[in-house]
């Protein structure tokens, strides 16, 4: 993988340009590849956004979330899309398994793969371009730098403000992780001056749900969660037959996992949810508790140190169990876990 600094001198040439994401895409997924579309287009460049799948609905007011090709529905047209693709820009994602069922497609493409991305171990193979930077906040920012680095700060406009501030948001749990660096808060005031209203954006995201959404977690929190005091850990179950009675929709248990970590003590969150086809889980730590590998070693995943996911073809109580033997083989980090 050659730097993406290759890429500036080139940015004038309009290509036929793809832009993709993992899966079930999050503000940072949704945010990062809008707000490189909305500055890709001012060069007269070809370029479609295309999802692997669904989204949250929270994100549908995005600029140009509308246009996004939802891979799931629109196979023939997005395969034509890819393959006729010159550059195919990765976004928020580094191993291609995370684009579900587009990853053959986008290996037997011949265009070039570029990569944007802060997560660890990059499959960097398969990228003829990139970057990879797990210091970065989100990929919202590493697409600023990206825009700023090329020498085109002046082409940050208010579409691309609100989509690169949804995700730095979004990832950094509102300029709460360790990885808010002053660089994060700079960009942030660049995008403000930009013309970006930024309590308009949050709102959007997080006060956008339905009512049953809200009783669902009522329910998850009373009924779902167990606490393990002597591993400084939490986990929540849910069963595929709560999200039916809630009518839970993709993004409605986005951030869920976090309402464990509020208790005094618990380092370690889980929740696992039957999504029928799989088990899906995701895990928060604090501090030196390394999820990273946790989800690797575990639950076929993977993510940040603080915050990754994984999932599993066993059964829920099958992944509660495996879960319970995780934290028993780990209880010396997790039980003399020092705050
Ligand atoms: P979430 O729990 O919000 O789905 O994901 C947390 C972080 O872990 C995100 O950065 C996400 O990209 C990553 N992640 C989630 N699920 C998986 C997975 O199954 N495999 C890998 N490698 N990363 C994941
Ligand atoms: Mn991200």
Not at 25 to 54: C, E, K, R, W
Not at 124 to 134: C, H, K, P, R
Not at 146 to 166: L, P, Q, R, S, W
């Amino acid at each position: 993988m050659e730097s993406i600094n290759h890429l500036f001198s080139q940015l004038k040439a309009p290509r036929k340009v793809v832009i993709t994401m993992h899966q079930k895409p999050d503000g940072d997924a949704m945010g990062s590849t809008l707000g490189l579309y909305h500055f890709l287009v001012q060069f007269g460049h070809t370029v479609t956004v295309i999802s692997p799948t669904n989204w949250a609905g929270f994100l549908n007011w995005m600029p140009g979330c509308q246009e996004v090709v939802d891979y799931e529905r629109n196979v023939s047209s997005a395969n034509k899309l890819i393959e006729e693709a010159e550059w195919i820009f990765c976004l928020d994602f580094n191993t291609l398994n995370r684009t579900k069922n587009m990853e053959a497609i986008l290996l037997s493409s011949g265009a070039e793969r570029i990569l944007i991305d802060h997560h660890q171990q990059p499959q960097t193979e398969v990228f003829a371009y990139g970057v990879s930077d797990t210091t970065k906040s989100s990929t919202a920012e590493m697409v600023f730098d990206f825009i700023v680095n090329a020498g085109y700060e002046d082409k940050i406009n208010k579409n691309i403000a609100e989509c690169i501030y949804t995700g730095v948001m979004t990832d950094t749990g509102s300029f709460r992780f360790p990885s808010t660096t002053a660089n994060v808060h700079r960009l942030i005031a660049t995008l403000k001056e930009k013309g970006l209203e930024h309590g308009l954006v949050h709102e959007a995201i997080y006060d956008n749900f339905s009512e049953n959404r809200l009783r669902f977690i009522g329910n998850v929190l009373l009924n779902r969660m167990e606490v393990f005091y002597e591993y400084n850990s939490a986990l929540i179950a849910i069963p595929a037959a709560d999200l039916v009675k809630y009518d839970i929709k993709t993004g409605d248990t986005e951030g869920l996992v976090n309402y464990p970590l509020s208790i005094e003590g618990i380092k370690l969150a889980a929740i696992v949810i039957d999504r029928g086809e799989e088990r899906k889980c995701s895990f928060r730590s604090k501090g030196a508790v390394d999820v990273n590998t946790f989800a690797r070693k575990y639950f076929n995943g993977g993510g940040h140190f603080n915050a990754a996911g994984g999932q599993s073809k066993d059964s829920l109580e099958q992944v509660v169990l495996a879960f319970k033997t995780a934290l028993s083989e780990n209880k010396e980090l997790l039980s003399t876990y020092k705050f």
